[in-house]
């Protein structure tokens, strides 16, 4: 066990802290990979979970395609520098990453559009099904997502919410799709996969996963779980740059029979036939649209590279004992000033996230930010912390803890600039 974390011996300040979080930092087998990431100094990141950090190796990559690729090869390098496989190349690294074959995975437009692709496919396979069940409080988009998908293609088909305790007694002959996210973009709980993937197939419905939350921060094996549908995000754990693309895993046993309600040309079984009728491409590449942006994919591919040097397994250890860590050390120093836990308790799975609630949460969160120690917020009350276990230290951990401490302890966060609303939080 390469983080040894004993909670009964944790100190929660002073030097005893100082040189338990030097020893796990010195132990550490991810520690070489902090260096591979840009980091500004004087910041503790603590928001890879909504934009991860920049590799190193990015700019220098992306520039390459903008001036070699595009500059010198021009259109050329749609096939010289295989432009036209992209999508389909990088989706194959991103396949390993969460447990599918190559071929059934594959880098398009943004997770709200893939998941809306995949939505639609699914109600037009399974015309006599008649609901699409998700959980309150999923993320916005995915039930957006469906809200629409239904409004127009739906037919008086329904979206219908049951929480996470009583989600698999509502599964039923009328579900034609559970559509969940795997580990919570607020609460950080983890869904067993597998078990909740076997008990819609018992009842004849697909599962549609949104790995967003998920994918390069907890190990995943989806044709172990005998996934049908998946979605993630290219900007998050995977370090792909902002608005990066994301990706779409349909298991080859689908391929044949969900049909792309976009059918661009690019999905088109001959795109460069430039025939009238419309064809869908025989595998995943049904699931592309328009034109792959080359750009994006170029520095999404560097983020991906990164992920695939490493044991997911080692990863998510690290995950688990940052996170165990910052959990006791703020229940110890925190809890009085009113910050309480969010989500699994420590030691319970979880995903690579650790939420607070706190009535002021905007505020605290703002002044930690002002201090260097960027989260992010999200309504109404919950502070979140991103804990990457690529490029983040022990160290770091504690860093944010005084830092948190600090400013619950002198209300620092009481300070008008703190108060006022931004666009994005
Ligand atoms: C971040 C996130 C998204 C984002 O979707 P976009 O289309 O990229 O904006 C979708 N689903 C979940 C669960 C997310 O956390």
Redesign the pocket.
């Known amino acids: 066990m390469e983080f040894p974390l004993e909670r009964a011996h944790l100190p929660s300040t002073g030097s005893a802290l100082f040189e338990t979080v030097a020893a796990l930092d010195a132990a550490d087998p991810l520690a070489r990979y902090r260096e591979r990431f840009f980091l500004p100094d004087g910041i503790t990141y603590l928001d890879g979970n909504?934009l991860g950090a920049l590799p190193r190796a990015t700019p220098a990559r992306v520039q390459a395609v903008m001036q070699e690729e595009w500059g010198t090869g021009l259109i050329r390098s749609w096939n010289s520098a295989d432009w036209i496989g992209a999508p389909q190349r990088v989706g194959g690294k991103i396949a390993r990453i969460v447990g599918a074959q190559p071929h059934e995975v594959v880098v398009a437009d943004?997770?709200?559009?893939n998941?809306s692709k995949l939505i639609m496919a699914v109600l037009a396979a399974a015309p006599h099904r008649t609901t699409v069940l998700s959980e309150p409080g999923?993320?916005p988009?995915?039930l957006y997502m469906v809200e629409t998908a239904l409004a127009t293609v739906g037919g008086g088909r329904r979206l219908q919410l049951a929480e996470r305790e009583q989600l698999v007694q509502q599964i039923t002959d009328d579900t034609a799709l559970v559509l969940l996210?795997h580990v919570h973009?607020k609460t950080a709980d983890v869904y067993d996969m597998q078990a909740l993937t076997a008990a819609a197939h018992a009842k004849g419905a697909l599962v549609l996963w949104?790995l967003?939350?998920s994918v390069g921060a907890v190990p995943l094996a989806l044709n172990t779980c005998n996934a049908d549908l998946a979605?993630g995000?290219g900007?998050?754990f995977l370090n792909g740059g902002p608005?990066a693309p994301?990706f779409l895993f349909v298991a080859e046993r689908h391929h044949q029979t969900l049909v792309s309600p976009l059918g661009g040309w690019m999905g088109h079984a001959r795109p460069f036939a430039f025939v009238d009728a419309y064809e869908p491409a025989p595998g995943i590449a049904r699931f592309l649209c328009g034109t792959p942006p080359i750009l994006s994919l170029a520095a999404l591919e560097s983020g991906v590279d990164i992920h695939l040097e490493v044991d997911m397994q080692v990863v998510s250890r690290k995950a688990q004992a940052l996170a165990a860590l910052f959990m006791e050390l703020v229940s110890a120093r925190c809890g009085a000033y009113g910050v309480s836990l969010v989500g699994p308790p420590s030691g319970a799975p979880r995903g690579s996230h650790v939420s607070f609630r706190h009535p002021e949460g905007y505020a605290i969160m703002q002044a930690l930010i002002a201090r260097g120690v960027i989260g992010d917020f999200r309504a109404p009350d919950i502070m979140r912390f991103g804990l990457t276990p690529l490029y983040l230290r022990f160290a770091d951990v504690v860093q944010a803890v005084n830092t948190l401490e600090d400013v619950l302890r002198t209300e620092s966060w009481r300070a008008s600039e703190f108060q006022v609303r931004q666009a994005v939080t």
């Open positions: 909504s943004s997770t709200s559009v998941l999923n993320f988009t995915d996210t973009y949104d967003s939350h979605v995000c900007y998050k608005g994301a």
